[in-house]
């Protein structure tokens, strides 16, 4: 009560009428990570010791619904150096973390359509924007930017049951040279998917596609993501497919569990784009996860096999694999979750994976281990 007694008070001063400010919808989350890594490169009997870092990630944003039909979004972070991530390091001596604008939209849902359609105009979280299963294909750390069109969603971007479809145009970046044509980098995404029961269980089956066009003028500044550093950029090009699904169940009252998987290819043509090599094309991930920790006392275990070939997807996939190198990897992940107290979770995740296409020999079987230990409060 005290909580929202302040919001009311903060939007009235801000010029908001209590009615508008109870439809304010603040929500915001704050991590606190312990991360650890090892590399294994099977020379000597030890294991080399990367790296060890404590990190913190926070995000906070405000979502008013504004009438039937208009709502909108704005949200802060941390950590918004990387596409990929919104981790904070702690280090230099105490210094002031920055904030950033990870989310800003409008989100129009006319009346004529029954609440099924909604244009977004803006920044939002990719799994609220997308079809998402997992992150084969995209972090989930990412905030897509540009206009999309859902439908089979509901305003806070969770697909219902039936038929849903999304149509967008995203900028990857905004060619501002005067020498030459403008030709501005964007990304056209097409999805589909359908969410339903059979008997006990539910399921969900999709697919999308993906084309990233005009990579050529991505700037190279713009981005901490490895390949478009690459001098020879302009040799790549990502037509991904992705097919995805899912199959989930009770095992009691209390326990759920779901199987997933996904599988992307890259389409892209081999003879304009000299870099790709056409046997490493494909991706695929598959995992179970049993229990949801969405109560006090509850617990979830997850665990996904994971293999990317070099030129499968882009290079804003999951960041947390291998360390960082994004593709040519293979490995599996496990999670653990538990909800120790309301709106407090405990967790950890182990990684193993290794490259998956090493001509070195000295470097072949290097693996690399990644335990991430997190404390997650939500309000």
């Known amino acids: 009560m005290k909580k929202a007694m302040f919001f009311v008070a903060l939007a009235s001063a801000l010029g908001f009428s209590a009615a508008e400010a109870a439809e304010l919808n603040w929500k915001g989350d704050v991590r606190y990570r312990y991360e650890s890594q090892t590399k294994d490169d099977n020379v000597g009997t030890t294991e080399d010791h990367s790296r060890d870092r404590h990190r913190s990630r926070m995000r906070l944003g405000v979502y008013p619904w504004i009438n039937d039909e208009l709502s909108a979004g704005v949200q802060i ?77 509901d305003g806070d971007g969770k697909e219902k ?39 006990d ?99 979830s275990l997850g665990a996904e096999y994971v293999s990317i070939e070099d030129y499968a997807v882009s290079d804003i996939t999951d960041s947390d694999r291998n360390n960082s190198s994004f593709t040519n990897l293979e490995g599996f992940k496990i999670s653990a979750v538990y909800h120790l107290v309301q709106n407090m979770t405990i967790g950890m995740n182990y990684f193993n994976f290794k490259n998956k296409d090493d001509a070195n020999a000295t470097t072949a079987d290097d693996r690399q281990h990644l335990v991430q230990a997190d404390v997650v409060v939500k309000f």
């Open 77 to 153: 972070s941390t950590g918004g150096l990387e596409p990929t991530s919104r981790n904070e390091t702690f280090d230099d001596l105490f210094a002031a973390d920055g904030i950033y604008m990870n989310e800003a939209f409008i989100d129009y849902h006319p009346m004529f359509f029954n609440g099924d359609v909604n244009l977004l105009l803006g920044k939002r979280d990719v799994a609220k924007t997308l079809i998402v299963e997992k992150d084969l294909v995209w972090d989930s750390d990412l905030t897509f930017e540009g206009l999309t069109l859902q439908y089979g969603k």
């Open 161 to 199: 049951n039936g038929f849903s479809a999304v149509a967008g145009y995203y900028l990857l970046d905004e060619n501002s040279s005067v020498t030459t044509k403008e030709q501005d980098p964007y990304m056209i995404v097409l999805q589909a998917s359908y969410k339903g029961e059979i008997s």
């Open 201 to 299: 269980l539910g399921y969900r089956i999709g697919a999308g596609y993906y084309d990233m066009v005009h990579l050529a003028n991505y700037s190279v500044a713009s981005t901490t993501v490895s390949k478009p550093l690459d001098a020879s950029f302009n040799a790549y090009d990502f037509n991904m497919v992705e097919f995805f699904g899912s199959l989930g169940g009770d095992l009691t009252e209390t326990l759920p569990w779901k199987m997933y998987g996904q599988y992307a290819f890259n389409t892209a043509d081999h003879d304009r784009f000299s870099a790709i090599d056409d046997k490493k094309r494909d991706a695929y991930l598959v995992g179970l996860q049993v229990g949801n920790a969405k109560s006090p006392g509850q617990w």
